[in-house]
């Protein structure tokens, strides 16, 4: 079977049943239904079956579109290309949209225009999966551009409310900014090199960086940066993901964002091959560090379910930014292996919020609560979705946290800077508040007390539990057999995204790489996929224990104090010590008053970030033009 | 030719200017649009080569750099690309704008802003 055809089959399939579904079922829910779940499902056959040749086998799967083959080594047509690294993205993309498609079916009943949603949808299917199946360059942009857009069409679908719309402009303005650095910079490199085919332009700019193409380099870089919403860019991610359809809030954080991040990987690994500059890894790392922890104690801030997933979509991405600017092994199938966990458990919680909008209409913490007797199987699945992103063993989030923190301290002690061992302080700091966040979200949905307007909540409809059910599922896998996923996906994965001459030889004949004396990025650390050690685990957990202690101890003393001086307390019995002797039978602790103390502590810093989240587009395009002109001195100052 | 990258920064900077400091939002729309002029102009100027034919076939195309009598056809497909792809952007931009203007009753970016903190 010629299965080198099977990339663009499935892409041109998805954008093929974009328009099926707009002519055919507008009208009729059935058809409609049939043509969506048939053309997902076909494709993410056909890609999936590309694993046993790409992993089973190692090829590299190349193909050129209209059979133009590379002339003399120079490439004409559009190419594409699977190696280890794409096909690890591709499995995240498949997997997404084929269980957010499952999920829609019910989901979106209510909506009116339907044809019109699955349209989109699988337009931004398409574009995703065409984006990271492409070995061109300027291919890669149009992907980008068709994800924009029908990313923010999506978002504004439900446009009977104004904030969606507004989310959707956001989105939009930053978006386009972003697409236009992309292609400024995609320019600048034809200007020099005259070829749009990226393994072609491997085997040129390597070790060739002309001022223009650090130019380049640095607008990209702006451009994928925009696409994976890390730190100076995520406004509009926050509001967009709040906004659109659980559905596509969970395709957000699933693929679209790990699309800017295959893009970053390939951009530094492979198409500048910069990543071997120290100077560089130190630039990414502190983009992923602040971007954990901006997104992180943004969250803590947050009233709405789904906007504070939304940060931690933004804050996890900080680790998988970090993982893969340490240009080792085990940074590279770290950061993969969160990826993956990410586009899982986020995944997971999206749908549990929801299940949670479906059956009460609303995703305000304050307004919710109790829904744990309600609905327990999504609370079940819920937790499990917590406690995975929180990096809880057994779960999936635990093992790639780990071998997270392994990465960036063994970087640490391999290079003796003492930064990286700031930043693995910083992950697992991020990640005990991501643990504190949880903790409100399932004290403020699922537990406590059931306002009474709830009291008629029903569990949700099984179409919409079995895809929670699936990712629980393979939350769980994730964590107890890492070593298997390791040794199958993430190491071979890894690998290719180092070696870039077998990338260049399979795309422009063999020996290219040689010729044009392109070598592979060289790994730091050798070992690609060590494992969490018992005995630190063990010292990990005394610390904790020891910690825990101290606080409590130290807090035994003012705890009352605290309590006498909050003006609130003799109004309303949920600031009287706990639950005793309270007043109103109606005491819920709703989620803005959990930490509410360690909010007060942090009042400046959160005012700062208050004022920076303004919700005033002038103010995002700034700083993102203010960011993007700081990116563009800092990579000057690098190189030249 | 060194007009035509000139010509372009500025609008380039122009465009990002009017997105950053206008608050009407198709003011903002329209620093879009220019932003995309600049980038259009561009990619055609990299392609240009002074007193070139029309690239009719391709013999010497890969003569990069030297005496190539052709301008080379592939920036102009880009742009063909771009300024479709600029239009849709721009003709979804301004139906948002307008839906924005049926639910806010205004179209002022500073008030605009329900999604914050």
């Known amino acids: ?640 | 030719m060194i007009f035509n990258y000139i010509t372009s920064v500025i609008l380039i900077v122009l465009g990002l200017y009017t997105v950053c400091a206008k608050r009407n939002l198709i003011k903002i729309v329209l620093g879009l649009g220019i932003t995309d002029y600049g980038i259009n102009l561009l990619i055609v100027s990299i392609g240009y080569n002074n007193g070139g034919t029309a690239p009719i076939y391709a013999a010497d195309l890969f003569n990069i750099g030297g005496t190539a009598a052709f301008v080379d056809p592939i920036p102009q497909a880009l742009t063909l690309t771009s300024i479709v792809i600029g239009a849709c952007v721009d003709a979804m931009a301004l139906s948002l704008v307008i839906m924005i203007n049926k639910r806010y009753k205004s179209i002022d970016a500073n008030e605009i802003r329900r999604l914050k903190g």
């Open chain 1, 1 to 640: 079977m010629n299965y080198t055809h099977f990339p663009v089959l499935s892409v041109m399939g998805l954008f093929l049943g974009g328009f099926l579904v707009e002519i055919f079922g507008s009208k009729n829910k059935t058809v409609r239904n049939i043509i969506v779940m048939l053309f997902t499902t076909v494709s993410a056959c056909l890609m999936l079956y590309l694993t046993i040749p790409v992993f089973g086998r190692g090829e590299v799967i190349s193909y050129w579109m209209g059979n133009w083959e590379p002339v003399g080594g120079h490439a004409i047509g559009i190419g594409y290309e699977i190696d280890g690294l794409n096909m690890f993205f591709v499995i995240l993309v498949v997997l997404t949209y084929w269980l957010s498609a499952v999920y829609s079916i019910k989901y979106m009943e209510k909506d009116r225009h339907l044809g019109h949603y699955y349209t989109l949808f699988l337009m931004l299917a398409g574009s995703v999966l065409g984006l990271v199946c492409t070995g061109d360059i300027f291919n890669l942009y149009v992907m980008v551009e068709i994800m924009t857009f029908a990313a923010v069409a999506l978002t504004a679908f439900r446009n009977k409310k104004g904030s969606n719309l507004e989310a959707a402009f956001k989105y939009l303005v930053i978006g386009s900014v972003g697409s236009g650095f992309t292609l400024t910079g995609i320019t600048l490199l034809y200007m020099q090199f005259h070829t749009l085919n990226m393994a072609q332009l491997a085997s040129l700019v390597s070790g060739n960086m002309t001022p223009v193409s650090v130019l380049a380099l640095s607008f990209m870089f702006i451009g994928f940066g925009v696409k994976s919403f890390i730190v100076p860019f995520h406004t509009p991610a926050a509001d967009a993901y709040m906004s659109a359809p659980t559905s596509i809030s969970m395709v957000f954080s699933g693929m679209v964002n790990k699309a800017g991040v295959y893009g970053m990987i390939r951009l530094l690994y492979m198409v500048f091959r910069v990543i071997d500059k120290s100077a560089i890894q130190i630039v990414v790392v502190v983009f992923g560090a602040v971007t954990m922890f901006i997104g992180v104690t943004m969250a803590l801030a947050q009233h709405d379910f789904k906007r504070l997933l939304a940060f931690h979509s933004i804050s996890q991405i900080g680790y998988v930014i970090t993982a893969i600017g340490l240009c080792s092994l085990m940074g590279m199938t770290s950061g993969l292996f969160h990826a993956m966990n990410h586009t899982l458990f986020k995944g997971l919680l999206f749908l549990c919020a929801g299940a949670v909008l479906y059956a009460t209409g609303t995703t305000d913490l304050d307004k919710l609560g109790g829904l744990s007797k309600k609905m327990p199987k999504t609370t079940i699945c819920f937790l499990i979705g917590a406690f995975s992103i929180s990096g809880l063993p057994p779960f999936n989030g635990f093992a790639s946290k780990w071998m997270i923190y392994q990465a960036v301290y063994e970087k640490a002690v391999v290079t003796g800077n003492f930064f990286y061992t700031f930043v693995t302080v910083t992950a697992v700091v991020v990640s005990v508040m991501t643990l504190a966040s949880f903790i409100k979200v399932t004290q403020a949905v699922f537990f406590g007390q059931a306002p009474k307007n709830l009291a008629n909540t029903k569990e949700v409809p099984f179409s919409m539990r079995l895809p929670m059910w699936i990712m629980s599922a393979l939350c769980l896998f994730g964590g107890v057999f890492y070593r298997l996923i390791g040794r199958y996906l993430l190491i071979p994965a890894g690998q290719a995204a180092f070696n870039i001459t077998n990338y260049i030889d399979a795309m422009l004949g063999e020996s290219t790489a040689v010729s044009a004396s392109v070598t592979n990025v060289s790994m730091d650390l050798a070992d690609g996929f060590s494992y969490w050690n018992p005995i630190v685990w063990l010292v990990i957990f005394i610390t904790v224990l020891i910690a825990v202690c101290l606080v409590l101890i130290m807090g035994s003393g003012s705890r009352g104090k605290v309590l006498e001086s909050g003006k609130d307390a003799a109004e309303d019995g949920k600031y009287s010590t706990f639950f005793s002797g309270e007043k109103s039978e109606y005491s819920h602790v709703a989620g803005s008053d959990l930490f509410w103390g360690f909010k007060h502590n942090w009042r400046k810093y959160f005012g700062i970030m208050q004022s920076v989240h303004s919700g005033n587009i002038n103010d995002y395009s700034l700083m993102t033009v203010i960011c993007s002109a700081l990116i563009v001195i800092v990579f000057t100052v690098i190189f030249i």
